[in-house]
Nanobody, 121 residues
């Protein structure tokens, strides 16, 4: 499945952004989908993941209560709503398709090209 992210940009601390990830295939057939991010000089980290039907989600501790992942299988799209953004959220954000099993998320080879999020202080 091919994935295309959008919605990144420059925002002040405390602001909000919504990232979108459009998939080339029916996302209802994809077990899990997730968002990763990578800041310069840092390892790529899982930000959030969601199951097929959206019933279960998983978040990094650093974004709990601020970010919300959701999916609209009718539109083959996954979203990441990011509120109360902090400068440390600055990174390139990547959408992935994968498997969500027993509370863990495992990405497959399907990754988007990334969208840059920059939060100014």
């Amino acid at each position: 499945v091919q994935l295309v992210e959008s919605g990144g940009g420059l925002v002040q601390a405390g602001g909000s952004l919504r990232l979108s990830c459009a998939a080339s295939e029916n996302t209802a057939s994809v077990n899990g989908m997730g968002w990763y991010r990578q800041a310069p000089g840092a390892q790529r980290e899982l930000v959030a993941a969601v199951t097929n039907g959206g019933g279960s989600t998983k978040y990094a501790d650093s974004v709990k209560g601020r970010f919300t992942i959701s999916r609209d299988n009718a539109k083959n799209t996954v979203y990441l709503q990011m509120n109360s953004l902090k400068p440390e959220d600055t990174a390139t954000y990547y959408c992935t398709a994968g498997r969500y099993v027993l509370g863990d998320y495992f990405p497959t080879a399907s990754w988007g090209q990334g969208t840059q999020v920059t939060v100014s202080s």
